[in-house]
């Protein structure tokens, strides 16, 4: 349950970095909150909270949408969500794979993902 917790925690305090909140500093964290709740995971597990942590973050920062079209703002939430599974699925494997620490990795892969998308 308290992994399901820090996943949500990471999403809404990535969306409360963005422009017109002035909590910018909490982009600098928003992320730990997810890399604890995925550490030592199996990749079922890192899926789900992953997952969660997307539609947290894409489910808050796009909630505007939702005044336009339901069905637009579910299907953007649940497709952009899949990329925070994809990249706590990356983070995890280079952790056990890779001699490289995770801070070095891990926002080489976000921005990768970043382009993919």
Request: glycine share 8%; hydrophobic share 55%; aromatic share 24%.
């Amino acid at each position: 349950m308290q992994v399901y917790l820090l996943a949500l925690l990471s999403g809404l305090l990535l969306t409360v970095s963005f422009p017109g909140t002035d909590w910018n500093f909490f982009a600098w964290v928003g992320l730990v909150p997810f890399f604890l709740a995925i550490e030592n995971k199996g990749w079922k597990d890192t899926f789900r909270i992953g997952y969660l942590a997307g539609i947290a973050f894409y489910g808050s920062l796009f909630y505007w949408l939702n005044n336009v079209t339901v069905a637009g703002f579910l299907g953007l939430t649940l497709y952009l969500a899949v990329y925070f599974p994809l990249f706590g699925l990356a983070v995890n494997y280079l952790r056990r794979k890779s001699t490289f620490p995770a801070w070095l990795f891990a926002p080489i892969l976000w921005t990768a993902l970043e382009y993919v998308r």
